[in-house]
């Protein structure tokens, strides 16, 4: 199973970044979807996290700014980024929880794509 992402770039304070994530492979199903987020010098953090019904969860800092969605026949998730701060500049990560033809859940990352939000 891999997982790619897509859609980082540089954008002005104020501006709008998609994101992407597709899962390939040998995928039985897939639970929660989420993207993950790293700047210089700190943790990894969870951004927002979907369930398979559609219940998020988003960290404060980004609430209202912010959209996941995901497609469960695509095995893709999006995370629509408006009124970026600079604050927001980091490596994103997308994250799943996919079973294969294992049993059990595993996470699976993709690569990391940068954001960059200049002031």
């Known amino acids: 199973v891999q997982l790619q992402a897509s859609g980082g770039g540089l954008v002005q304070a104020g501006g709008s970044l998609r994101l992407s994530c597709a899962a390939s492979g040998p995928i039985f199903s897939i639970n929660i979807m989420g993207w993950y987020r790293q700047a210089p010098g700190k943790q990894r953090e969870l951004v927002v996290s979907v369930t398979r019904d559609g219940s998020t969860n988003y960290v404060d800092s980004v609430k209202g700014r912010f959209t996941i969605s995901r497609d469960n026949a695509k095995n893709t998730v999006h995370l629509q980024m408006d009124s970026l701060k600079p604050e927001d500049t980091a490596v994103y990560y997308c994250?799943?929880?996919?079973?294969?033809?294992?049993?059990?859940?595993?996470?699976?990352w993709g690569q990391g794509t940068q954001v960059t939000v200049s002031s």
């Open positions: 994250n799943m929880q996919i079973r294969t033809v294992l049993p059990g859940y595993r996470d699976f």
